[in-house]
């Protein structure tokens, strides 16, 4: 809320812009924000790929040792 002295702190640094300079900035944080949602996407698709692949070809990499016992050969 406004009413919070760190929110006014953060938002003093916006009073001086104007409405058309807040527009151009919020315009290029979504954009910002729009890519870094891809990237977020692209990593979870990747993690899936490698997860699948871990599954199918070696899977005892996945398994967790009961106890927290560790097997050394």
Known sequence: TLDDPGVLDQSAR???LTHDELIQL???RE???SKKEEHIQELEN???QLLVRIMEQSPTLLQIPLGGETKTK
């Open 14 to 16: 916006y009073y001086h």
């Open 26 to 28: 919020l315009l290029q």
């Open 31 to 33: 954009k910002e924000l």
């Open 46 to 48: 990747y993690i899936d």
